[in-house]
């Protein structure tokens, strides 16, 4: 189901664990709410440059197909409970920002984030757990 408020802000409201079918979509934010992971199929979400999945306090890892949505430029996944994050994230090489702070229980950054040449900002201020 899709609503769309009085601030022009489109609500999705679904229950299954497949992204809705709007593979048009520019800009996603999944802000404070309660879900415990994305789905898989948030990779089909190909037009993304803009994703904010901050503040879920159940969220502890991202999926693999993160890594498909190559023309994204913004990835805001800050005060989340981000254990890891997944090697295809490299594969992210429009990526200019990148928000991961707050994430306590954050031990390390994946390698391939050295892949990513036009990172301009990348965040990781309260993530007490970084090591590497």
């Known amino acids: 189901m899709i609503n769309q408020t009085k601030s022009n802000v489109i609500k999705i409201i679904y229950t299954s664990d497949r992204?809705?079918?709007?593979?048009?979509?520019t800009s996603l934010t999944v802000?404070?709410?309660?879900?415990?992971?994305l789905p898989d199929?948030?990779?089909?979400?190909?037009?993304?440059?803009?994703?904010?999945?901050?503040?879920?306090?159940?969220?502890?890892?991202l999926p693999d197909s993160i890594g498909q949505l190559t023309k994204l430029t913004h990835l805001d996944i800050g005060n989340n409970k981000l254990r890891?994050?997944?090697d295809s994230i490299g594969q992210l090489n429009k990526l200019t920002d990148l928000h991961l702070w707050f994430n306590p229980s954050l031990t390390s950054l994946p390698v391939s984030l050295n892949n990513i040449s036009t990172l301009e900002i990348l965040d990781f201020r309260g993530c007490y757990a970084l090591t590497s």
């Open 19 to 25: 992204v809705p079918q709007l593979y048009q979509l």
């Open 31 to 37: 802000h404070l709410s309660s879900i415990a992971s």
């Open 41 to 61: 199929s948030i990779g089909q979400l190909t037009q993304l440059t803009y994703l904010n999945i901050r503040g879920n306090d159940s969220l502890t890892s």
């Open 84 to 86: 890891s994050l997944p």
